[in-house]
């Protein structure tokens, strides 16, 4: 190839320019085969993986969300079931007492009754053996004395005595 004088002093050769675009072209598709292309596969790969954490990344939130809203209505339902039971157990509770109370009253009345009927009968008791003390006591009177045949003061002064004495032992 021929060169031409440049007024600058440098000579161009355009053989050794063509060899030189020559040798960049090969090296040009040598970097393409060898880095670009490797390059840019890693980067694909790299895109493809990325975006697929981003979309698995959404799924799961929305999984999450979702769950999330199942366990609120759950804690809902647990919240108005526990809610539920503490009013039944409170009115059960409140029925119990009631009918403590009503059982209560009901054996205080019997003991009352019982008491009533109980102090009834120790009184007629007591009204009949005082009666029978003092009908034996006006027997007793009477044959001591017609026994004494006394006079109206010493008859008035053994029944006091028989009295106190009859007072005395009980």
Do not use: C
């Not at 007024?7 to 675009?21: H, M, P, R, T, V």
């Not at 895109?47 to 809902?76: C, F, M, P, W």
């Not at 205080?108 to 029978?132: F, G, N």
């Amino acid at each position: 190839m021929s060169q031409l004088p440049l007024e600058l002093g440098l000579s161009f050769n355009g053989g050794d320019i063509l060899f030189q675009l020559l040798a960049m072209l090969v090296l040009l598709a040598l970097l393409k085969k060898f880095a670009l292309g490797p390059l840019l596969n890693i980067m694909k790969q790299r895109e493809d993986h990325i975006a697929g954490e981003i979309t698995s990344a959404e799924e799961r939130n929305k999984e999450a969300q979702k769950l999330i809203e199942e366990q609120r209505v759950l804690l809902k339902e647990a919240k108005q079931e526990s809610q539920s039971l503490i009013e039944n157990a409170k009115k059960l509770g409140e029925k119990q007492k009631e009918d403590i109370i009503q059982a209560a009253r009901a054996e205080s009345e019997r003991l009352k009754e019982a008491a009533r009927t109980e102090i009834v009968k120790e009184k007629e008791q007591a009204v009949s053996a005082l009666r029978e003390q003092v009908a034996s006591l006006s027997v007793l009177i009477a044959s001591k004395v017609i026994e004494k045949e006394l006079d109206e003061q010493a008859q008035e002064q053994l029944i006091q005595d028989y009295l106190k004495e009859v007072g005395e032992s009980r």
